[in-house]
Nanobody, 125 residues
Framework: QVQLVESGGGLVQAGGSLRLSCAASGRTASVYTMGWFRQAPGKEREFVAA????????YYSESVKGRFTISKDNAKNTVDLQMNSVRPEDTAVYYC??????????????????WGQGTQVTVSS
C-alpha cells in the first residue's frame, strides 16, 4: 500500500503561481510513476503531469505544458507541481497519484493504483 497526502492548494489570482506538494509513504519502492490529475465540477478527472519515480522522464498535458513543472525528491518521498501563469480554467481539485500498471499509459487513470484525497485550487479572474 502507498499513502498519498497533498498540500498547497488555495486561492490564487490569474497569472499567479502556486505550488502543490504530495507526500508519499508506505511501499514507495513499488511505484513506477507519480502523477497529478485534476477534476473540475461536472467534468471527468483529467491528466495533468507525471514523472517516473526512478528516472527523470516527465509528461505533461497540452493544456499545462510550458506553465506547470513536476519534480520529485526521492529522498523525501515527495512530488511537487509548480503551477505558473495559472488561468481560471485551471480551477479544480488536484489529485496526486502513484502507480505501476503497465497495461495503461502514464496519461491514463488506469495506470495509477493509489490516489490522494485531493486539494482544491481556485483561480480567480
Amino acid at each position: 500500500q502507498v499513502q498519498l497526502v497533498e498540500s498547497g492548494g488555495g486561492l490564487v489570482q490569474a497569472g499567479g503561481s502556486l505550488r502543490l506538494s504530495c507526500a508519499a509513504s508506505g511501499r514507495t519502492a513499488s511505484v513506477y510513476t507519480m502523477g497529478w490529475f485534476r477534476q473540475a465540477p461536472g467534468k471527468e478527472r483529467e491528466f495533468v503531469a507525471a514523472i517516473k519515480w526512478n528516472g527523470d522522464d516527465t509528461y505533461y498535458s497540452e493544456s499545462v505544458k510550458g506553465r506547470f513543472t513536476i519534480s520529485k525528491d526521492n529522498a523525501k518521498n515527495t512530488v511537487d507541481l509548480q503551477m505558473n501563469s495559472v488561468r481560471p480554467e485551471d480551477t479544480a481539485v488536484y489529485y496526486c497519484a502513484a502507480g505501476s500498471n503497465y497495461w495503461y499509459g502514464v496519461y491514463e487513470k488506469g495506470h495509477y493504483d493509489y490516489w490522494g484525497q485531493g486539494t482544491q485550487v481556485t483561480v480567480s479572474s
